[in-house]
Nanobody, 118 residues
Framework: VQLQASGGGLVQPGGSLRLSCAAS????????MGWYRQAPGKQRELVAG???????NYADSVKGRFAISRDNAKKTVYLQMNSLKPEDTAVYYC?????????????WGKGTLVTVSS
């Protein structure tokens, strides 16, 4: 199973970005999916998560600014990030809980860098 994230880049404060992460490989079912981030010198933290039936949860720091969604047919999770702040600068990682027919395991994407700076 592979997770390929895209959509990161440099954006000015107040701007927007949309991250995407597609799962591929030997997949029977994709359960929970989510986005995490890790800023320099800090621990990786949960940004947003979404269940297979669309229930979402967010870190307090991004509530009202970020929106997570998914397309189950495409095995893809998205993160719409609005009103970006410099403190949102981090490497963003996607995560998915996948059943491959023999076991359920968590998989990580390689990360995409988001830089918020003027």
């Amino acid at each position: 199973v592979q997770l390929q994230a895209s959509g990161g880049g440099l954006v000015q404060p107040g701007g927007s970005l949309r991250l995407s992460c597609a799962a591929s490989g030997n997949i029977i079912i994709v359960h929970d999916m989510g986005w995490y981030r890790q800023a320099p010198g800090k621990q990786r933290e949960l940004v947003a998560g979404i269940t297979s039936d669309g229930r979402t949860n967010y870190a307090d720091s991004v509530k009202g600014r970020f929106a997570i969604s998914r397309d189950n047919a495409k095995k893809t999770v998205y993160l719409q990030m609005n009103s970006l702040k410099p403190e949102d600068t981090a490497v963003y990682y996607c995560n998915a809980e996948v059943y491959d027919g023999s076991e359920i395991a968590f998989h990580w994407g390689k990360g995409t860098l988001v830089t918020v700076s003027s």
